[in-house]
């Protein structure tokens, strides 16, 4: 799809929003310092940084959910307080914040019109909303069933009820924070034609996302913010990916993973017929087989919320499941969920929440660098008391080996940041040596500059010969890490493919549901 | 069992559900909006000593009512400025508030009238009368319908109607109007609420507020509007735990809150009528068995034994503005 960029745009209207000197403290954190912004009117203009880079931050001060420490906000030329939602809302601005904020119970009518109410009575809102509703469809491609109760709806179909939210308060400047991240590839393209319709109509689209893909493919210019201050302004036609990233991290950044080919050995984990069924009685696996090798990395792909928790779960001995699983040939139990077990039959599990399941975020790091393996006799000493010296000594190493920033072991592992928390997960998991190497969402969160530094330890351990199975829901590092992927779809595996002879849209299509029934492997139709 | 006995059995039904069903629509607009209130036993009970108080020196059952809301909005606005500005624990902040309604209505009422703790006996205006309807006397006689309008309609107290009328209100209320839309977001998902620019804080406020109101004509109705015709120490007697009981087995509705109510009203009812039950000669059933009927019931509710209740998604925590 070829976007037909900014045309007959008035180069001499007033800029959409002009943002001059924003500045904003979080405690010690100077989240925006002195930033001053220039959207066009008209335009699809991306926001691109690291995590904690300030897109958001500045996006929430524009949308008056926070109150800026110093700056100016002009809007459409005029000098505008927006000191809080209202008013932004009354200056024609609207937002899709990254988790939606929606009223899952209600319907899709009821959450468009709240807040937004004409009078004491409800009937008259709601009359008027499902006309318009009826009208935004059409012009903008942005279809939802009105009285459908939004908890029953996809993802993609709840962010259209932000956007038709936004939409019903006559926004003319559209703000979406990170839309992508919960979107199948197709559900993405269909966003991004409706972001199209709406600058050809002349609304103005701020783009917030770290997916430089996304930057190039859909904006008209592209912010970029690092440590919270805002380091350039480009035309998007005038850069490139790389000069982006390296804008973003301050020097160069490998984009993608070196690797040689894999030299699979034999069959270190083999999963078959594997089932999980939650607390309520929901079938969340529905009988999953595949094997992995040693010396590769399988991944697996999906959109999340089909599956991979539940497998990395049962897996990391987090919960039980039924069918078979075997460790270099021998079957292991996992109708019980014991976690010591599945260490001691040699598999490391990065989970995919590390705040949650992977470091106790009050502790140390010295404590959660040995978390999980603190029985092993090198950190015992006689009568069940810890031998501090070795842990002190090995929480030392690490760190420097892994980069741990800041290289202190007593601070608790809450006062890292997202990459260096991940880095002390995978410090602990990694050094184990394991045969074999379960990780979720590696880089979930993870700065540009950790993820290309994880992604190499990952692949150092397969060329070690470990067998790695890797779930993640960003698709590029599938691929870009991944010798195998299996797609997973509503507790199944949709379709398995050797990496480099598939593609995004096979793989999307996998994702979306469709199944190698019958051999085809072209779906008859597009899904929506 | 004649159909008079029915008829008697359902009459007091209803006098014993009123209070629980006042308090029961009082938790609902509190919880509806994400604030959990353990505390409506105790602002019934400093609701029913207020009022009983008020209305034994001024002898109006109405000012009693007055001073009875008074109190427990007052109290309702406690809870709020803690669970709700203050963001503290909403359990902590509702027990706060039953030991402190315990204590303060025996030394106040001590102190006071010197009756230990009890307020003096209400006699004529100083309590809610029974309120003939309209025709009772002369429908008396038609078959049927005479005695359903004579005996379990008509006279009552204007209470136990401002019980039954709140019923449908607060539906249009919660269901009908622009209020209630807002008040039922913030319960599910005050995020989205405070995005769509409506003030969080203040619409819980308006909740609690609501909530004290209703549980202070609650407990008026205790001690202004049954036969204690007064105040009597630890009056309210876990009624507001089993409103709140009565709460979950009506998932949180209105109208599902009637019947509930109604059904711990019957089974007080019965307890109160049948003292030793003697079941086909195998036992007897003691009288304590019977009275703790609405106890047990509550018990049951609460161990989930009436399928799965979802409460307000957000209920109990406090909303932080945060990603």
């Not at chain 1, 403290?25 to 220039?38: E, Q, Y």
């Not at chain 2, 609902?28 to 019934?44: N, P, Q, T, V």
């Not at chain 2, 309807?133 to 006279?155: K, W």
């Not at chain 2, 106890?295 to 932080?320: E, N, S």
Request: aromatic content about 6%; some cysteine; charged content about 20%.
């Amino acid at each position: 799809m070829n976007g037909d960029n900014g045309t007959g745009r008035p180069e001499t209207a007033a800029p959409a929003i002009e943002l001059r000197g924003i500045s904003k403290r979080f405690g010690p954190v100077r989240a925006n310092r002195d930033v001053c912004l220039t959207v066009e009117a008209g335009e699809i203009h991306g926001i691109v940084g690291e995590n904690g880079a300030g897109k958001s931050t500045l996006m929430e001060i524009l949308y008056g959910f926070y109150a800026a420490d110093a700056g100016q906000i002009v809007v459409n030329g005029v000098e505008t307080e927006i000191p809080d939602s209202q008013a932004a809302i009354a200056a024609g601005i609207g937002m899709v914040h990254q988790h939606f904020k929606l009223v899952e119970t209600f319907t899709v009518l009821e959450n468009v019109v709240l807040g937004a109410e004409d009078g004491v009575l409800l009937r008259p809102s709601l009359d008027r909303a499902r006309a318009l509703l009826g009208n935004l469809a059409q012009e903008y491609e942005l279809e939802v069933d009105p009285d459908a109760v939004v908890e029953t709806l996809s993802v993609g179909l709840q962010q259209r009820v932000e956007i038709l939210k936004a939409l019903y308060r006559n926004a003319d400047i559209l703000i979406l924070d990170e839309p992508t991240g919960v979107l199948t590839p197709s559900e993405a393209d269909h966003l991004f034609r409706i972001l199209r319709n709406l600058r050809n109509q002349g609304k103005t689209v701020l783009l917030i996302t770290h997916k430089l893909r996304e930057i190039m493919d859909v904006t008209d210019s592209v912010s970029v913010m690092r440590r919270g201050e805002m380091k350039a302004t480009l035309r998007t036609e005038a850069t490139s990916p790389e000069e982006l990233a390296e804008l973003m991290v301050g020097r160069k950044v490998l984009l993608s993973v070196e690797k040689r080919p894999s030299t699979p050995g034999e069959i270190r984990l083999d999963v078959e017929n594997l089932s999980v069924t939650d607390k309520t009685g929901v079938a969340r696996l529905k009988g999953i087989s595949f094997s992995v090798r040693s010396g590769e990395i399988l991944g697996v792909a999906g959109v999340s919320g089909n599956g991979q928790s539940e497998l990395l779960a049962v897996l990391g001995g987090i919960s039980p499941g039924t069918g078979q699983i075997r460790v270099r040939g021998q079957t292991i139990d996992i109708s019980r969920a014991d976690g010591q077990a599945r260490r001691s039959d040699g598999i490391a599990h990065v989970p995919e929440d590390r705040q949650r399941l992977g470091l106790v975020m009050a502790f140390a790091q010295w404590e959660n660098a040995v978390f999980g393996y603190h029985a092993a006799p090198a950190y015992c000493r006689q009568l069940g008391l810890t031998n501090r010296r070795t842990i002190f000594e090995t929480a030392d190493t690490w760190i420097q080996k892994y980069d741990v920033r800041p290289a202190n072991k007593n601070l608790a592992a809450s006062r890292f940041s997202g990459g260096n928390q991940q880095k002390i997960v995978i410090s602990r998991e990694f050094e184990r040596n394991p045969d074999i190497l379960i990780v979720g969402q590696p880089t979930r969160g993870v700065d540009i500059g950790a993820i290309e530094f994880i992604h190499r330890q990952i692949i150092a351990l397969r060329d070690a010969g470990k067998a790695i199975l890797l779930v993640s829901v960003e698709l590029d590092e599938i691929l870009s890490l991944s010798d195998r992927v299996a797609v997973m779809f509503d507790g199944r595996i949709s379709g398995e493919r050797i990496t480099a002879d598939t593609d995004e849209r096979e793989l999307g299509l996998l994702m979306a549901g469709m199944t190698d029934k019958g051999g085809s492997r072209t779906p008859e139709v597009l899904p929506e | 069992m004649t159909f008079e006995v029915i008829l008697q059995l359902f009459d007091s039904s209803l006098r014993l559900a009123t209070p629980f069903l006042l308090a029961c629509l009082a938790g609902l607009f509190s919880e509806r909006a994400g604030i959990f209130d353990i505390g409506l036993e105790g602002k019934m009970l400093a609701g029913a000593f207020c009022a009983a108080a008020m209305a034994a020196i001024s002898g109006s059952a109405w000012i009693g009512l007055m001073a009875g809301m008074g109190i427990s909005v007052l109290l309702s606005a406690l809870h709020g400025l803690a669970s709700i500005t203050l963001r503290g624990n909403q359990l902590i902040s509702g027990v706060a508030i039953n030991f402190l309604a315990s204590g303060l209505t025996v030394l106040v009422g001590q102190n006071l009238f010197r009756l230990g703790g009890q307020t003096p006996q209400l006699k004529g205006n100083a309590r809610f009368s029974e309120i003939t309807l309209p025709f009772a006397d002369t429908l008396r006689d038609v078959p049927l319908i005479g005695p359903v309008y004579h005996d379990l309609i008509s006279g009552h107290n204007i209470l136990v109607y401002i019980g039954l009328a709140a019923v449908p209100l607060t539906w249009w209320v919660l269901f009908r109007t622009r209020f209630g839309l807002r008040l039922r977001a913030v319960g599910e998902n005050p995020g989205a609420v405070d995005t769509a620019g409506v003030s969080v804080v203040r619409l819980r406020y308006e909740a609690v507020i609501l909530c004290g109101i209703l549980c202070g004509i609650a407990g008026a109705y205790l001690s202004l509007g049954t036969s204690a015709a007064g105040f009597v120490r630890e009056m309210s007697a876990g009624k507001g735990f089993i409103a709140l009981a009565a709460l979950i087995f009506a998932k949180w509705q209105p109208l599902n809150a009637l019947y509930a109510c109604l059904l711990f009203g019957f089974l007080e009812a019965i307890g109160t009528k049948y003292q030793n039950v003697d079941v086909w000669g195998l036992f007897i059933l003691p009288v304590q068995f019977m009275q703790a009927l609405p106890y047990i019931l509550t018990v049951v509710i609460l161990a989930g034994f009436v399928g799965k209740a979802i409460p307000p998604k957000a209920g109990g925590q406090p909303y932080v503005k945060e990603e």
